[in-house]
């Protein structure tokens, strides 16, 4: 069996941990130079994942844009864009989204109910892969190493960030911080309240950290950790 893919969760929030705000417009939270960071870590990458929430209300292309960047995937072998990877567990995905249309391969991991709908509405656009009766990550990682994946990037939304986390299948978090403050009760998070591998005590390895601009991008390993708590005073 084909190993499973090193998982790579990137993330950009604010100082108060919101990736977006509530208002009908995508907070924008990178500036130029981080996304083009980003689109660096995508040319890097075998396949990147979007939920289907987040497919739905941001209906992104989920491209590598530098020609460049593009060219060099070419020239050692690699397909010109990443495949690209959705999971819904309802199925609720439309044939019009911006997803299926631009780009290379693309795959939907799903539920039993859920692929009853897909297979008919993403006939001749995307591949879909039921489960089971949940989506089940474990298998879609394994399934995703049988098409080659070695490096899997994730960006979003905050429950797939959960799911990832809460199971301890990431392997690295890219979370880029903007000196903006949201302050929304109802604004999405980057995290969901789960259960995480080891609690509230367990630390993870910072792996960097740097300045992008006016954003700051931190490197963490959530599986190489230790546990450790400080009383103060």
Do not use: C
């Not at 994942?49 to 209906?59: A, F, Q, V």
């Not at 890219?174 to 969901?192: D, K, M, N």
């Not at 995480?196 to 993870?204: D, H, I, K």
């Amino acid at each position: 069996m084909a190993e499973r893919p090193f998982v790579l969760l990137s993330v950009a929030t604010s100082v108060d941990g919101y990736i977006d705000d509530t208002s009908p417009q995508r907070l924008l939270l990178s500036n130029s130079d981080d996304f083009d960071r980003v689109d660096q870590v995508r040319a890097e990458s075998d396949a990147i994942l979007i939920g289907g929430n987040t497919l739905r209300s941001d209906n992104p292309r989920l491209l590598v844009n530098s020609d460049d960047r593009r060219v060099a995937r070419v020239a050692v072998g690699k397909p010109e864009y990443p495949l690209k990877v959705t999971i819904t567990a309802s199925g609720d995905l439309d044939r019009d989204l911006k997803f299926w249309h631009f780009g290379d391969k693309k795959v939907v991991y799903t539920t039993d109910a859920g692929a009853l709908k897909l297979r008919d509405t993403l006939d001749g656009l995307a591949d879909v892969v039921s489960t089971g009766d949940t989506v089940d990550f474990g298998l879609m990682l394994e399934d995703l190493a049988t098409r080659g994946v070695q490096r899997l990037m994730v960006e979003g939304g905050g429950q797939v960030h959960t799911q990832f986390l809460s199971l301890g299948l990431a392997d690295e978090i890219h979370l880029a911080v903007a000196p903006l403050l949201v302050g929304e009760a109802g604004a999405p998070r980057f995290v969901h309240p789960a259960e995480f591998p080891g609690g509230s005590t367990r630390r993870m390895k910072l792996l960097g950290a740097e300045t992008v601009g006016d954003v700051v991008l931190l490197r963490y390993a959530p599986k190489e950790t230790d546990t450790a708590r400080t009383d103060l005073g």
